[in-house]
């Protein structure tokens, strides 16, 4: 489980995360909704390592501290993160990419066989193995990008605006693909503009406003609280820039962390931090 606790960051005077608490469970995904400017990539970067600002609160994965480890080091432990605009290398094929992701210590152990679940789980980059990244389709490219998180063996997968440019079409692909990630026992952690679309496949979720989390509740209660519904679920399915105007306080959440049959893909046992 990854545990969040009070974590706050700010760029210079500016705070972008005030006293955020969340957790995410295997198997469990969770989204992360927000207006534009509400702190929601701060937050993953913040749990990554790799946010600019400063950072106070404490990051644990299933009880060991992540807090001050350097962003390597945090994916070796077993969080990785897909960033927003996915960075994969456009040059190599997609082969090479998903090769890339098995870089921790503990990951590359066990490479050939976390390759061959992707493939299993995500037929489409077996037919496509060979093929260079950067001539696939914008949701072709982000099935890759998540390929390659997974090869580093992660408990948990953090997904920055996934959606992000996609058809509605292709959306819907991606938001399956993130079912089956969660069926391998990863915890996913998404944050998204597509409420709709999020809340449908999530199992939980929490509001982020202003640089705070002001509610949280299982995805379903969410999808349909009229507060919930006027400021992100309005018009079609995309979050509004609008900030939303709910006073609710927090309320205690259902916890779904129901395993799978599916194995996780695999870490060595021991896996070196460097
Ligand atoms: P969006 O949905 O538009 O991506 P967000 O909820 O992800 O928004 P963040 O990107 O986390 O929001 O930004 C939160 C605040 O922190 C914003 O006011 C932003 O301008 C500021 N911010 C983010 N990154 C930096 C940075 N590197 N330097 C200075 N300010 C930053």
Not at 1 to 13: D, F, I, R, T
Not at 69 to 80: M, N, P, T, Y
Not at 231 to 241: D, E, I, R, V
Request: proline fraction near 5%.
């Amino acid at each position: 489980m990854l545990e969040v606790k009070n974590l706050s960051a700010a760029y210079g005077q500016h705070p972008s995360l005030n006293d955020v608490s969340i957790n995410v469970g295997s198997g469990e995904i969770v989204v992360i909704l927000g207006a534009n400017g509400a702190g929601k990539s701060t937050l993953l970067r913040a749990i990554s390592g790799i946010c600019e600002g400063k950072v106070s609160g404490s990051v644990t994965l299933s009880g060991d501290s992540l807090t001050g480890l350097s962003s390597d080091a945090i994916v070796e432990k077993g969080v990785a993160l897909v960033p927003e605009g996915r960075g994969i290398f456009g040059d190599l094929t997609v082969k090479e990419n998903l090769l890339l992701g098995a870089y921790p210590a503990g990951a590359r152990e066990t490479e050939r066989e976390n390759l061959e679940r992707v493939l299993m789980q995500f037929p489409k980059l077996r037919e496509r193995q060979g093929q260079i990244a950067r001539t696939m389709s914008g949701g072709e490219q982000q099935m890759v990008a998540i390929g390659r998180a997974i090869m580093s063996a992660p408990e948990i997968l953090m997904l920055d605006e996934p959606s992000l440019g996609l058809s509605p079409l292709l959306c819907k692909e991606l938001f399956q693909n993130l079912t089956l990630v969660k069926d391998l026992g990863i915890g996913v952690l998404l944050v998204e503009q597509n409420a709709k679309q999020s809340l449908a496949i999530a199992d939980r979720g929490y509001l982020l406003e202003n640089t705070r989390v002001t509610h949280e509740d299982t995805a379903a209660r969410l999808a349909n609280d009229p507060a919930v519904q006027r400021a992100y679920l309005g018009a079609g399915s995309k979050t509004s820039a609008r900030p939303s105007t709910r006073s609710t306080p927090l309320v205690e959440v259902t916890k779904s962390t129901k395993p799978t049959g599916n194995p996780t893909p695999r870490r060595s046992a021991d896996p070196q931090i460097g």
